[in-house]
């Protein structure tokens, strides 16, 4: 337990203490009490909730046990409340006492390791912990439920873990995001001259696409930045971008099937990146498919009078759905570029490039697990197991495609030697 963290859980002890006093010495029995903290008492009904669409959900249960269920909720949430009281002042006085004697911040003293083995087993032990309701639900039921339900419950809680992480995460994106353009703002409004003229950076995003702006150095000075007037444009591209010629074969691919030439490029060669495209980042994800092919539709031979010979036109071949491979969790993606890497022998830049895709991938694959999460949420909630793999399957199915796409991303990075030298291995 770190000296901050130790501090905290003090606070935290003494807010609850002092919470409990002045609501009245409660032993919990006044729980559903008019008098009884209603902040409290609406955070505890929720609790119930919860629980009981997660056990109904895993466990499968029917009318009875539900309402069995639900009774011995209620009954755990009273003794949940003098449970709290009790050990959350047996814990603070501890501490404190810690804290008189100077003891509170050696990690290393055995007071301070017991207190810590307690306050972990105050969650623990609660009579409204997950574990401990599982453990008296599966008492009632056979045991290949309880196995299968208990297997099942954890994947729920997983699940939950993993949409409150994404929640997390896009905000602190987009905290992110409107910090740096607060900060751009401000340090933009600090450059503007009296003409009110604002300069322009100096970087290869404006060296490309201003290549007739001046801009204004520290001093107020107007310069002409590097590659823009008077100096070429850099043909560089950016990180996960085609090269120049990569581009040109790829429009050349796109053209050939435009005109039912399909003529497939060097392997590896695959689209532009998701930076390239103009779609906005707020449409949701569509798995492109290859075009179906070019078939020629031969009408029956008639006689001369107009009547058909009786022979069958021959069939019409009909497009097939690309079937993609199972994609590897987003956490072995990393684990898929770096073997790739130094099995084909990447050099930095290549690696850095490498980097800039599977950073692009996986942002891509996140954007478009958050934008489902209701519906992943929905599968895994399923109890029918082949209905929930079905629609697991059905939802996955852009992730396995991007994993495709990443692949070929990589491969498009390779040298000519260092595809001969894949192509040798894979004989």
């Not at 008492?41 to 109904?56: D, K, L, N, P, V």
């Not at 055995?110 to 810590?116: D, I, Q, S, Y």
């Not at 307690?118 to 309880?146: G, H, I, K, T």
């Not at 980042?281 to 539709?297: K, L």
């Amino acid at each position: 337990m770190s000296r901050f963290f130790n501090r905290v859980c003090v606070a935290i002890l003494m807010m609850l203490v002092s919470a409990t006093t002045v609501s009245g010495q409660n032993d919990g029995s006044d729980l559903l009490a008019p008098g009884f903290d209603q902040a409290s008492r609406e955070g505890w009904e929720f609790e119930i909730q919860h629980q009981m669409q997660a056990f109904s959900s895993a466990y499968g249960l029917d009318p009875q046990l539900q309402t069995l269920l639900q009774t011995e909720l209620q009954a755990r949430l009273i003794a949940q409340v003098a449970y709290d009281r009790q050990t959350t002042e047996a814990i603070l006085k501890k501490t404190q006492e810690l804290e008189a004697a100077g003891l509170l911040e050696n990690e290393e003293a055995p007071e301070v390791k017991a207190l810590n083995a307690q306050m972990a087993a105050q969650s623990f032990n609660a009579p409204l912990n997950e574990e401990r309701v599982a453990d008296w639900l599966e008492q009632r039921l056979p045991a290949a439920v309880a196995t299968e339900g208990r297997q099942r419950l954890r994947e729920i809680r997983d699940l939950r873990l993993q949409k409150h992480l994404e929640s997390e995460y896009a905000f602190q994106a987009e905290s992110a995001a409107k910090r740096d353009l607060g900060e751009a703002i401000v340090q933009g409004s600090v450059l503007i001259s009296a003409d009110g003229v604002t300069p322009l950076p100096n970087d290869p995003v404006n060296d490309r696409y201003y290549t007739e702006i001046r801009v204004r150095d520290a001093g107020g000075e107007v310069i002409v930045a590097p590659g823009r007037k008077g100096s070429p444009v850099s043909e560089a591209p950016m990180p996960g971008e085609l090269t120049k010629a990569e581009r040109l074969r790829q429009a050349e691919i796109e053209a050939a099937e435009r005109e039912g030439r399909r003529k497939p490029g060097p392997a590896g060669l695959v689209s532009p990146s998701h930076e390239m495209t103009e779609r906005p980042a707020h449409e949701s994800i569509v798995v492109e498919q290859p075009p179906a092919p070019q078939v020629t539709v031969q009408v029956a031979p008639t006689t001369p009078s107009g009547q058909p010979t009786g022979r069958a036109a021959p069939a019409v071949p009909t497009a097939k759905e690309v079937v993609y491979a199972k994609a590897p969790p987003l956490d072995d993606w990393d684990k898929y570029v770096q073997e790739h890497a130094k099995q084909v022998g990447f050099d930095e830049a290549q690696i850095t490039r490498a980097q800039a895709v599977l950073k692009d991938m996986k942002r891509r694959a996140n954007q478009y697990r958050m934008s489902r999460s209701d519906q992943f949420a929905a599968a895994a909630l399923k109890t029918d197991a082949k209905d929930r793999d079905a629609m697991m399957k059905e939802l996955n199915k852009p992730i396995d495609a991007m994993f495709e796409e990443l692949k070929q991303r990589i491969d498009s990075l390779m040298t000519l030697e260092q595809r001969q030298k894949a192509a040798a291995g894979k004989k």
